[in-house]
């Protein structure tokens, strides 16, 4: 009897790994903004403020890095997802086959 086997754990690590990179991800840009912050209270003049408004853009809804944020979690999600299905089948199938008669 054939046995079909899937390491679900690969995708368990990948999910992990992709999680990680998202956290660093808002820790930099996190960072970011508090030496923009630093920037504009210390800088004097009307283009510090200026800076400081482009630089909040950069990081509001709907920015790049608010997009590639958002498809860096769903990613993760899709991985967590698949990672269970995967690892409910594999249960399912085992259970199934542990049924079947033995000759």
Same mark, same amino acid.
């Given at each position: 009897?054939?046995?079909?086997s899937?390491d679900?754990r690969i995708?368990e690590n990948a999910?992990?790994?992709?999680? *990680?990179?998202a956290e660093?991800i808002? =820790?930099?840009m996190?960072? @970011?903004t508090?030496?923009?912050l /630093?920037?504009?209270?210390?800088?004097?003049?009307?283009d510090?403020?200026?800076?400081?408004?482009?630089?909040?853009?950069m990081?509001?809804k *709907?920015s790049?890095y608010?997009n590639? =944020?958002?498809a860096?979690? @769903?990613?993760?999600?899709?991985? /967590?997802?698949?990672?269970?299905?995967?690892?409910?089948?594999?249960?399912?199938?085992q259970?199934?086959?542990?049924m079947l008669?033995k000759?």
């Amino acid at each position: 009897m054939a046995k079909v086997s899937v390491d679900y754990r690969i995708m368990e690590n990948a999910a992990r790994e992709v999680s *990680g990179y998202a956290e660093w991800i808002k =820790l930099q840009m996190d960072q @970011s903004t508090v030496e923009a912050l /630093k920037l504009a209270t210390e800088w004097q003049g009307k283009d510090s403020a200026e800076f400081y408004q482009k630089w909040m853009t950069m990081t509001a809804k *709907g920015s790049t890095y608010r997009n590639m =944020l958002e498809a860096v979690e @769903s990613y993760r999600d899709y991985l /967590k997802y698949v990672y269970a299905e995967y690892q409910k089948a594999q249960r399912r199938a085992q259970n199934l086959a542990s049924m079947l008669p033995k000759f």
